[in-house]
């Protein structure tokens, strides 16, 4: 049953669906879980904001204090 579980969430990732998607499918508590069940990291040098240029700044910091 594992294998089609397994099966199922990588096609899921292949075909575009967001981690903590994958994640509540399966069921899985933590996002980490998840990951080492797929065998993958989430891609933060290549994240998707990055190729529409949507920064994300914090609440109260300027834009020049966090390298932007």
Known sequence: M?????TCAKLCRA???EL???????GHASVQTTERYLGTKQDLVHAPN?????HVYAEG???N????
């Open 20 to 26: 903590e998607q994958i994640q509540l499918l399966l």
């Open 50 to 54: 990055d190729g529409i240029k949507l």
């Open 15 to 17: 075909a575009g669906g």
């Open 61 to 63: 910091l300027p834009a």
């Open 2 to 6: 594992r294998h089609y579980r397994r």
């Open 65 to 68: 204090k966090l390298g932007a």
